[in-house]
């Protein structure tokens, strides 16, 4: 089992900054995608950014040019640098791990591992 950790929401003014972290932990685990989400009051959660275990990135069009995402591999760490906020930008955003897991002795699966959510509010 993959357990998933964000921090670092809060309160910031619009054209603020904020940097988001986000931790798997477990035994065993082979990471081959990491990405962040979120969902805004009424809507439906959506994606913001997502890196896979070789560094490719994709980004939503809403935040290119504001928001940049980063790991740390060897500490199964994802982070989401989140620059000139916008009030639009209110959300819980949420860390999703996608896990290659092996199922018996010769196949493998993956998995998606969701973190509980941290609430970001820009204010104007």
């Known amino acids: 089992q993959v357990q998933v950790a964000e921090s670092g929401g809060g309160l910031v003014q619009a054209g603020g900054s904020l940097r988001l972290s986000c931790v798997a932990s477990?035994?065993?685990?082979?990471?081959?995608?990491m990405g962040w989400y979120r969902q805004a009051p009424g809507k439906e959660r959506e994606l913001v950014a997502t890196?896979?275990?070789?560094?490719?990135?994709n980004q939503a069009d809403s935040v290119k040019g504001r928001f940049t995402i980063s790991s740390d591999n060897a500490k199964n760490t994802l982070y989401l640098q989140m620059n000139r906020l916008k009030p639009e930008d209110t959300a819980v955003y949420y860390c999703?791990?996608?896990?290659?897991?092996?199922?018996?002795?010769?196949?493998?699966?993956?998995?998606?591992?969701w973190g509980k959510g941290s609430l970001v509010t820009v204010s104007l």
């Open positions: 890196i896979t275990s070789t560094g490719t990135t």
């Open positions: 999703k791990v996608r896990c290659l897991e092996p199922v018996g002795e010769s196949d493998t699966r993956y998995a998606n591992y």
């Open positions: 477990g035994e065993d685990i082979y990471i081959s995608e």
